[in-house]
């Protein structure tokens, strides 16, 4: 089962999400309908609050092979380390290395990506979906998928860091997202 990816001007985008235990209802079945949802809408990332739920939980499989273009226009087809995993209560507990530029999009933010600036490497808590504690480091390119997810978490969308310069020249395109004027081949919930 999938369902509908909350587009951007939804109110639970900006929202810091709420840290959830084993108990949280149905956790099995709301992964799965994460998984499912993702897979469905062809990206690499899910956060709960893009399907409704403000909580602290997130999924990457980054085994998708796409085209990604780098900061010079080039488009680049790159395939992933084939990275499959659930975060949940995750605390980044550092970002480190140099600062380096690449082109992100966003399923709540579709037909838009602009070049965002993040570290090279992270150390991140979390527990996995059995509740297990892991603390581990990433780098590259699946670092760089885990900070824009957990970004989700903390309310923040990837176009909250680019330059105010680069966010009035698409301005336009993200007031027709809020309002539902965009073409997409996944299910989006638009605000109220």
Excluded at 115 to 132: C, Q
Aim: aromatic share 10%; proline share 5%; hydrophobic share 35%.
């Amino acid at each position: 089962m999938s369902t509908p990816i909350y587009a951007y001007g939804h109110p639970i985008l900006k929202k810091k999400a709420e840290p959830i235990n084993a108990d949280y209802p149905n956790l099995e079945g709301f992964i799965a309908t994460m998984w499912n949802t993702m897979h469905r809408a062809q990206g690499v990332g899910l956060a709960a609050p893009q399907i409704g739920k403000s909580i602290r939980l997130f999924v990457v499989d980054t085994s998708p092979c796409y085209i990604l273009e780098d900061e010079s226009g080039v488009h680049n087809r790159i395939e992933l380390k084939s990275f499959r995993q659930v975060f949940i209560n995750p605390i980044m507990i550092e970002e480190s290395g140099n600062y380096w530029g690449y082109k992100e999009g966003c399923l709540s933010i579709p037909d838009i990506q602009e070049t965002v600036m993040r570290k090279s490497n992270i150390k991140i808590s979390f527990v996995d979906e059995d509740f297990a504690q892991h603390t581990k480091s990433y780098s590259g390119l699946i670092a760089r998928v885990i900070q824009h997810e957990y970004d989700h978490l903390e309310g923040n969308l990837f176009t909250d860091l680019i330059s105010s310069f680069k966010r009035r020249l698409i301005r336009g395109k993200l007031s027709d997202i809020a309002n539902g004027k965009c073409n997409v081949d996944y299910p989006m919930k638009f605000k109220s």
